[in-house]
């Protein structure tokens, strides 16, 4: 069993100093990996979350600093029997968002889905394949409250969450 925190968008340190309490809790207990969907901003917020837990990473688009040159475009990772697919949501053809990474991901064949760049949570099974936003927990823009998810993955079967606070 794999317990993997969700994020994407901190856009740190413009939107945030420090990252907020819930996140901090979460990533002091026992996760296993970190998956952050893009825009940064920070080489700070890269160094800072690999301390936690192992981390997968995809440069967003207002990544531009050179460090954000080593980060893939796309992130295809096999965990118990679950293929993700990670992508910050930008590029692509397509009206939406979730449309767009869907579109970048689908030859993949990917179980899981996972995109940023909207800052909107989402969550949506689109045949056999789940489509995932965790929003973000810095940078909530026009959302009631920040965000991240928490995916379980158990053999072939993931559950996933949003948490939401102020």
Not at 51 to 64: E, H, I, Q, S, W
Request: hydrophobic share 35%; with cysteine; proline share 5%.
């Amino acid at each position: 069993m794999k317990k993997i925190l969700i994020i994407s968008d901190t856009h740190m340190p413009k939107k945030g100093k420090m990252f907020p309490e819930p996140l901090l809790e979460v990533l002091k207990k026992n996760i296993d990996y970190i998956f952050h969907a893009g825009d940064w901003t920070a080489q700070s917020v890269y160094e800072e979350l690999k301390t936690y837990a192992p981390l997968f990473g995809v440069r967003g688009n207002v990544d531009k600093e050179n460090w954000s040159n080593t980060l893939p475009e796309k992130v295809l990772v096999d965990m118990e029997d679950i293929k993700i697919a990670m992508v910050h949501g930008h590029l692509g053809k397509g009206r939406s968002t979730p449309e767009r990474a869907y579109r970048e991901c689908e030859a993949d064949h990917a179980d899981l889905i996972i995109f940023g760049h909207s800052h909107i949570p989402f969550y949506e099974q689109k045949g056999s394949t789940i489509l995932f936003n965790p929003g973000s927990p810095t940078d909530k823009r026009r959302q009631k409250q920040f965000s991240y998810g928490i995916a379980v993955i158990d053999q072939s079967t993931i559950t996933l969450n949003h948490h939401y606070f102020s």
